[in-house]
């Protein structure tokens, strides 16, 4: 008998916990989406579902953390005689940071 149950030709309601049980063995089991619903007789597409709801665990092994830096002194700007300062950053994807003074 498969771990999905019918009744009534119903399928039972998976509580959010059992999911989450239930994708701990499919990372276990070692099998495609494919295989494993159907060796544990569920529907794909509420696999699918409930595994962008609750997240796809991370397979890519966590980035170091950073070391602490402290303060680093950046000095001062000498202005010249016009008093105006632009600065310019560009942050990446299309976002530029734009500050003028003067």
Partial sequence: MT????TNNK????SRQEWETVFARFAASGLGIEPFCA???????????????????STQPAAPA???TGFVE???????????????LDLGDGVILHLSRG
């Fill in 39 to 57: 060796r544990e007789g569920l529907s794909e597409s509420s696999f699918r579902r409930w595994r962008s709801l609750l997240g796809e665990p």
């Fill in 74 to 88: 950046a000095g001062t700007l000498k202005l010249g005689g016009t008093g105006r300062l632009e600065l310019r």
């Fill in 11 to 14: 399928w039972r309601r998976r």
């Fill in 66 to 68: 950073m070391e602490a």
């Fill in 3 to 6: 771990r999905a149950t019918a």
